[in-house]
């Protein structure tokens, strides 16, 4: 089978999009394997295979590269302006995805702002924070983040027994100018990353448990996002938007 594909990243989560609009691919676990392999394939963080959807303008499917799905923020960015290129749609849209719709605006200077479903919820885990934002985050706050053991540390905590089906871990430290510093263990990628949109959604609203108020700039390995919410009186938030560049990196064609 060849595979035509367009290559993006997003603060360097990087991603390989399909148009499958016709519904002419469908792939095998060691197909997202080879596809998202670094040194045997194209080589990503992720497989988006952008659909058809009887009600939204497209259908976002998301893989890690083992092969199991989930939301990804900064895939769900990059989608859209593969959408915007591929004619589906112009500056605004509505779209499906692992944990349902969601709305997004390709802004004037190019950045996308992506609104991601409410959190109902943060959990207090020994201290630190456990909470949903379209995949599950587990959210520690560290001093000397840069210097921070992420591999060995997050991996610990990815599989722990108190997470049945797995967790990401975002490692945290707050900068004096009230922005946040967040490096990523990544499941389903079984790596750190060098962005996690829900990781990094996950992180300011954890920071909000802290004080911090909306806006809150965060600045990871591949670059920088904005996470805008409203938290409620009763502890959940609302009107929450990830906001950050997705750039086309190139397109190919693969063998499978």
């Known amino acids: 089978m060849k595979l035509h594909f367009t290559k993006y990243q997003a603060t360097a989560n990087d991603f390989v ?3 499958n609009r016709k519904g002419e691919y469908q792939f095998t676990p060691d197909q997202i394997r080879k596809i998202c392999d670094r040194r045997l394939g194209v080589g990503s963080d992720g497989l988006i295979l952008l659909e058809s959807d009887p009600s939204e303008e497209f259908k ?3 893989y890690n590269p083992d092969g199991t799905q989930s939301l990804c923020g900064n895939g769900c960015r990059s989608a859209v302006d593969f959408a915007a290129r591929l004619g589906i749609i112009s500056s605004q849209c509505s779209f499906s995805a692992f944990d349902g719709t969601h709305q997004a605006s390709i802004l004037p200077d190019g950045q996308i702002r992506l609104q991601m479903n409410d959190v109902k919820s943060i959990e207090s885990v020994n201290g630190d924070f456990f909470l949903n934002t379209g995949s599950p985050h587990y959210c520690k706050f560290v001093t000397n983040v840069n210097e921070y053991p ?14 049945p089906e797995g967790t990401n871990v975002n490692f945290i430290e707050k900068n004096d100018d009230h922005s946040l510093m967040v490096r990523t263990y990544e499941r389903g990628v079984e790596e750190e990353t060098y962005s996690c949109g829900t990781g990094v959604t996950a992180a300011a609203l954890a920071a909000s448990q802290q004080g911090l108020s909306s806006p809150v700039r965060i600045h990871a390995k591949g670059g920088s996002l904005t996470i805008d919410f409203k938290k409620t009186s009763s502890g959940s938030y609302t009107d929450i938007f990830l906001t950050g560049p997705a750039k086309m990196v190139f397109e190919g064609s693969l063998e499978l």
Do not use: T
């Not at 591999?151 to 997470?163: A, H, L, M, P, T």
């Open 17 to 19: 999009l399909v148009d």
């Open 60 to 62: 976002l499917i998301y």
């Open 150 to 163: 992420v591999f060995v540390e997050g991996r610990k905590i990815r599989y722990d027994d108190q997470f």
